[in-house]
């Protein structure tokens, strides 16, 4: 009877890997990427305004600007706001707008009723914004010099209005290796980028990192206002997007988009508290059925492995196989060894716990903490797109 038990189990999970597997085998290679794209002579270059938020970023936001001023584009500008920082970070956007024309400060002071900060912020940019394409990015993210050329040129070619980039996540300690490797291949398993171009509202995708959209379409989805509370806020600006018939796509940017997230596990485990139960929209029963789903799909084979015999054995290698051949995959889009594919059950593990301790510390604290401001949790779930 136990035999039957493994073997209709790790059927049924073997019978899924294949079928991610053919998805993910056709789908990823379709995907467009910028070195695919010819950069546009600077007669074909629209006006540009690269938007982003710093709060408390004085550490890494030097290195950063940095790469946004040196960028090889004709026609654009820098819109940084300071969100109400306690270091340094508003005396450096200060100090580089006053030598530089094409950066524009805006400094916020306080936060209105009914709004977080980053999508307030970012609403700010817009304002005080001219480019007829945004970019939204993030305070530590590097771009390479002509990162603008060619997005607009693959937006233009595709006839997508907003588009997101999959840049490289710069991983140091074998931590973040495991973590951020299979971080991605989770992220492609949940959005399917792929399938965004599409023109089913179910596929969407945004990263925090790049999302270029034209402006006129920005302003059609109805800007940051309709995110005013929403914490997955990047993930949303597409999916308003994609609801307002406006055509978007997913292309590949290897390093021209570059960001290191968080320093160590630990980091990266705190830093994703806000983000992951509210990534499943306050929903405790979605959370549940996400955690069962992680552990049936990523450990249970490997569980099971000192059990299987015969048949159950070769579905178990199937579902075990499959996932890491995927993971591989991933390691060599982030240029790491593709030896951490073997990590994946550690990384699945840890991957569970960030989502149960988001939940957790989320209804015990009855909301979010957001860089120093706590956001009730029923204000959130009002707020979710």
């Known amino acids: 009877m136990l035999h039957y038990f493994w073997l209709g189990l790790l059927g049924l999970a073997a019978l899924t890997w294949i079928g991610q597997a053919i998805d993910i085998g056709l789908g990823v290679p379709s995907l467009r990427s910028l070195k695919d794209a010819t950069p546009l002579a600077d007669a074909d270059c629209p006006s540009v305004s690269i938007l982003f938020a710093a709060r408390d ?5 030097p290195g950063a600007i940095a790469t946004l001023l040196a960028l090889d584009y004709p026609s654009f500008e820098v819109v940084a706001v300071d969100d109400r920082s306690e270091d340094g970070t508003a005396r450096i956007l200060e100090d580089v707008s006053r030598g530089n024309s094409v950066l524009k400060f805006v400094q916020v002071n306080s936060l209105p009723p009914g709004w977080l900060g980053k999508p307030h912020a970012l609403q700010q ?3 005080h914004s001219t480019g007829e394409w945004l970019v939204f990015t993030d305070a530590d993210v590097h771009f390479a010099p002509d990162l603008l050329r060619r997005s607009i040129a693959l937006a233009k070619r595709e006839g997508w209005e907003h588009m997101t980039l999959l840049g490289r996540a710069e991983m140091y300690s074998v931590g973040e290796k495991i973590v951020m490797t299979f971080f991605g291949l989770a992220f492609l398993m949940a959005a399917r980028p792929w399938r965004v171009s599409g023109a089913s509202p179910r596929f969407y995708a945004g990263i925090g990192s790049f999302q270029l959209i034209r402006r006129s379409a920005y302003e ?4 940051h206002r309709r995110l005013a509370m929403e914490v997955i806020d990047d993930m949303k600006l597409g999916k308003l997007a994609k609801e307002a018939g406006i055509r978007s796509g997913v292309a590949r940017a290897g390093s021209d988009v570059s960001v290191h997230w968080h ?5 990266i485990v705190r830093g994703t508290t806000k ?3 509210a990534a499943s929209g306050f929903q405790l029963g979605l959370t549940c059925a ?3 789903g992680i552990l049936f799909m990523f450990v249970l084979p490997l569980a099971a492995l000192p059990f299987a015999r015969g048949w159950a054995l070769f579905l178990d290698v199937i579902a075990l196989g499959i996932p890491m051949m995927a993971e591989a995959g ?3 889009e982030f240029e790491v060894s593709p030896l951490y594919a073997l990590t994946f059950p550690i990384g699945a593990l840890i991957f569970c716990w960030m989502l149960a301790r988001s939940t957790i510390v989320t209804l ?3 909301g979010i903490t957001w860089r120093g401001t706590f956001y009730p949790l029923e204000e959130l779930k009002r707020g979710v797109v």
């Not at 970023?57 to 936001?61: D, G, N, P, Q, V």
């Not at 059609?220 to 800007?223: D, H, S």
């Not at 320093?263 to 980091?267: E, Q, T």
């Open 57 to 61: 970023e004085a550490e890494k936001l």
């Open 125 to 127: 940019a817009y304002e």
């Open 220 to 223: 059609a989805m109805g800007t």
């Open 263 to 267: 320093s160590g596990v630990g980091n």
């Open 275 to 277: 983000n992951f139960f």
């Open 290 to 292: 996400q955690l069962f």
């Open 330 to 332: 991933a390691a060599l």
């Open 364 to 366: 015990w604290q009855g």
